[in-house]
């Protein structure tokens, strides 16, 4: 059986979104044992640009 988690993540940008800290959030939750499962967006603008999202986490209980 896993647990899961989820790490809120604002994608920042006005025409082309970008995101630095995914890796820096993926790698460190990694050094307490968590594997990375995805991603789910949480926020679109109305022409489906995403502008929010979680990444999931999973770690076997």
């Known amino acids: ?13 006005v ?5 630095k800290e ?6 460190q939750r990694a050094g307490y044992g968590w594997r990375y499962a995805g991603f789910v967006p949480v926020k679109q ?10 990444l999931i986490f999973e770690k076997e209980v």
Do not use: N, P, Q
């Open 45 to 54: 603008t109305g022409d489906g640009c995403i502008v929010e999202i979680d």
């Open 15 to 19: 025409f082309s979104a970008t995101m």
């Open 22 to 27: 995914h890796r820096e959030i993926i790698e």
């Open 1 to 13: 059986m896993y647990t899961y988690e989820y790490e809120h993540i604002y994608l920042k940008g």
